[in-house]
């Protein structure tokens, strides 16, 4: 295991301009040259914040191996027995590790003669027809000092179908486990909650309807799933000195890394050996470091790097190159450079929120944990005066594409907190599933059988209305507040129906398409819902993976005792 805190500080030149995050517009998928050729081992997002519904603990989740396709057999997407996958924490400022968790994951095989997952419907997680399974080891270390906190701890299988998986959510439920240490952990595929516009984003930073605040964007990463290590965690048990958190005590920088052993050899009968010291192959901390601030020819080294020489950058974010693209394309105005202001949002904290005393600079997500939850989280965190949100910490739904992308553009110097500069964003303002109001919170993935992403099949068309049969208005809702919502956000004749939805507090919410006749045809969404607002989409397709007939259809959100409904028309 790596350990670096003998590693000297350096000459105190890690000034307040090291490394500035917030040049990205989309989070870490396959962000590295290096780590493309290893997916499973590519950390993709990291996060924390106060447990909603738990507020004396903090969760901590980490993700890894991007867009996941659902239907991923015969070997469905599992994680690597060959890594070690770590979440570090700083909870004194000095940019070392002073918490680690490592997971390290083994894979058994029941029946090797078969070359199915499972052999029958999978109904608990010791069903013999669950043939490929994996389990994994908890490990705490304090200071470098190691203490198991729990072994042989199970990987729900993966969402394969109805008839796999019949009562998929029962069999993650059962793989939350507790601690030694009265920590819960669960890992094992969910829903990506990462949502932007990839496709515009890449294609030379292009908003689909400037300045992006007015919806139009289409989800990339919608219909993905990816490996999800989530622990919640007493705070007397992240803090420094083992007490509730309060005064110096109270943030911590977290980030995530992924280890493999230094040698890999191929042997002839096909199997694999490591052998040597863990070397680290990927890091994420804050969103969006390593895309578009670090140049290609350092992206793997950054990988590689460590949070105490990110001074090692400095030349490469002192001009970031997103905000000259936003000038060129857009002719947005952005402050003068060297960009000074981005440093205490994505490298030093925030002085009088989540700015550690005496901090070294460093790129760590932080968090400062006595700030309760927000009752109304809103998506854009801090810019909108919720203080819950990133960046200090990060919490699932928080937009942090918008976000950074009207950082990036000036809102924090005098003089650029105006139109366009922020009103920028993707054009995506929601996850396309609901995240779930109790732990591990990230929500349920994608199944293998029906899933959509963003595209409908091929002749199918969607057209929106309302009861009235009037086209319904493309907006948006940033928070969560009297009844449930539903609305048509981006709907064309080239895309599936993107149904927006708003939840105003937590509990069982339904999404069903319906034909005229009343019989559901999509069940969309059929699970418990954290407030707030997410978007789902339909492909034409009924529950059984066949194309509907064209026609009118309702969609009909049930969140409680509420219910809404809008008109589609499927051409």
Partial sequence: MKRYGERLLGAAILLAVTIVPSTLLASSH?????????????????????????????????????????????????????????????????????????????????????????????????????????????????????????????????????????????????????????????????????????????????????????????????????????????????????????????????????????????????????????????????????????????????????????????????????????NLLYGISVPPTPRNDLVAVFLTGVGGLNQPAGVVPAELMRLNMSIPPTATPNRLGVLAGDLAGFPNGRRLADDVADIELRAVAGVLVAGFNIAPNNRLGDGIDANDKPFLPTFPYVAPPQQGFTHSHHRVQQGAAAESFNEEGETVSRGKADGAAGSPSLEFAGANPATASRLQFTIPQAGHVTLTVYDVQGRAVRTLVDQPAAAGTFAAQWDGRDDSGASAAAGVYFARLSAGDQTTSKKIVLR
């Fill in 30 to 326: 396959r962000e590295a040259p290096a780590i493309t050729k290893d997916p499973g081992a590519d950390n993709t997002d990291t996060y924390a914040f106060v447990s909603p519904d738990a507020p004396s603990t903090v969760t901590l989740v980490a993700n890894w191996a991007p867009m996941l396709e659902p239907a991923g057999g015969p070997n469905f997407y599992q994680f690597d027995d060959d890594a070690f996958f770590y979440i570090k924490i700083d909870n004194v400022g000095d940019a070392q590790d002073h918490i680690e968790y490592q997971f390290d994951f083994t894979t058994t095989i029941a029946n090797g003669n078969t070359f199915l997952y499972n052999t029958g419907p999978i109904t608990s997680l010791d069903d013999p027809d669950f043939n490929v399974r994996q389990t994994y080891t908890v490990t705490r270390y304090d200071d470098g000092v190691p203490t198991v906190l729990g072994t042989g701890i199970p990987v729900p299988p993966a969402n394969i179908g109805p008839v796999s998986t019949p009562n998929y959510n029962a069999l993650a439920d059962a793989a939350v486990t507790t601690l030694s240490d009265g920590s819960k952990v669960f890992a094992g595929e969910r829903d990506d909650p990462f949502y932007v516009d990839l496709g515009g984003i890449f294609d030379l930073l292009t908003i689909r309807k400037v300045p992006g605040d007015k919806g139009k964007g289409v989800d990339g990463v919608g219909g993905f799933n990816t490996l999800t290590i989530a622990i919640q965690v007493p705070i007397d048990r992240l803090t420094k000195d083992g007490l509730a958190a309060g005064g110096d005590n109270a943030i911590i920088g977290v980030y995530s890394t992924t280890e493999r052993l230094a040698t890999t050899t191929l042997n002839g009968d096909g199997t694999v050996t490591t052998s040597g010291p863990e070397v680290q192959v990927s890091r994420l901390g804050a969103p969006l470091v390593n895309e578009l601030v670090i140049p290609l020819g350092q992206k793997d080294r950054f990988n590689s790097s460590y949070p105490i020489d990110d001074a090692q950058f400095l030349s490469f974010v002192t001009n970031p190159e997103p905000a000259v693209l936003l």
